[in-house]
């Protein structure tokens, strides 16, 4: 009998194979870096989210041996029973400190902090207004919370005042992210953050990309729009530019006792080992003192944003780390990822539901960790793929 259970999982499977749509693991046999080991293969790669090159600095790893032996490895209980160890509490004065809220609270993962305090805030009759390319923690946060899910196109503003002026809810909440993570574009939050006080909405932006990069000595999408309202949900994760784990939320004093009272994927759940934070209290003295790498990252974006020059695809209006060049069919986004590959580049071709439906692209993540002549390296082998692939 389990055997029928089974055959119709193939069944799905071989569609999404025919559908180019199957996705496959990597064995990585190093550290995250511009240089990789995948797959038994060393490659030049434009895969992670480590935009600082943080993930395997020596002064990070330093401090989470010395984390763990001050505080072992396992934090063996949740938060509120007995896992509450010094360094989350000490990093999480550090990191409202950093962004300048007065309270943050750590959670385990930007996909568990998403899914708590929408869950925490809104309920059954409540709406939620979210940019149709928001990451998928927010939608699954949203189908969780049981409040009505009002999705308007990318960043159209007035589409979205519509829909708020429209909605007789009793608790409203906007959520975007602050740099959308396939496009590497900013969400407009000057003009998201006026309506939300037209409406008395929350405002939930989701900083994963623009924390430890953008704004004032990294201090995230805040500091570079200058905004700042006691409506404003602030959420960033810990395992992208900071380099190694875990996520916050941070914003008024109440909202963050609130949210440690009843968001469940705080409560019900071990918290992270103290290690990691104690690594996550290094990083964030380097994202504070080091903008050279900041000012790196920025010199590299535009080096490939000026010298790529193709006829067939074209990277997208972002002006961040995250370069998608656009390709559209599934199968093209894939030939191109792997011809890169037999020249030695790793870049990984992102599709639908990932991305809609005909923008199938090649997802460019830069990193301070990248010198100038890696990144002349990638241009010139997608100048060369066009070449081949189009003609
Ligand atoms: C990566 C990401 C998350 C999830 O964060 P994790 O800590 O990896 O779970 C949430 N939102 C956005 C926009 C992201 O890019």
Known sequence: MADSLLAKLQVELDQRAADGLLRRRRLLDSPQAAHIEADGKSVLSFCS??????????????????????????????????GHHCYHHELEQALAAFVRLPAALLFSTGYMANLGVISALL??????????LNHASLNDAAVLSR???????????????????????????????AVFSMDGDLAPVPELLALCEQHDAWLLLDDAHGFGVL?????????????????????A??????????????????LIE????????????????????????????????????????????????????????QLGVSGTAIQPLLVGSNQAALSLSEYLLTQGILVPAIRPPTVPKGSSRLRISLSA???????????AVLHEAEKRIVA
């Open 147 to 177: 409040a009505d899910l009002h999705r308007y196109p990318h960043n159209d503003v007035l589409a979205l005042e519509k829909m708020l002026k429209a909605s007789r809810a009793p608790g409203k909440l906007v959520v975007a992210d």
């Open 49 to 82: 989210n480590d935009y600082l090159g943080l993930a395997n600095h020596p002064k990070l790893i330093a401090a989470m041996q010395q984390g763990a032996a001050k505080a072992g490895v396992g934090s063996g209980a949740s938060h509120l029973i007995a």
């Open 237 to 254: 994760t810990l395992g992208k530019a900071a380099g190694v784990f875990g996520a916050f939320i941070a914003g008024e004093p109440v």
């Open 369 to 379: 960790a990248h010198s100038i002549e890696d990144i002349q390296r990638l241009i």
């Open 215 to 235: 704004g004032e000595n990294g201090r995230g999408i805040l500091s570079h729009f200058k905004a700042a309202s006691k409506r404003i949900i602030y959420m």
């Open 258 to 313: 609130y949210l440690l009272q009843q968001a469940r994927t705080y409560i019900y759940t071990t918290a992270t080992p103290p290690a990691l934070s104690a690594a996550v209290l290094q990083a964030l003295k380097i994202i504070a003192q080091q903008d050279h790498r900041r000012q790196h990252l920025q010199l590299l974006i535009k080096t490939l944003k000026n010298d790529l020059h193709l006829q067939h695809w």
């Open 123 to 132: 309920g059954r009759g409540d709406a939620i207004f979210a940019d149709k």
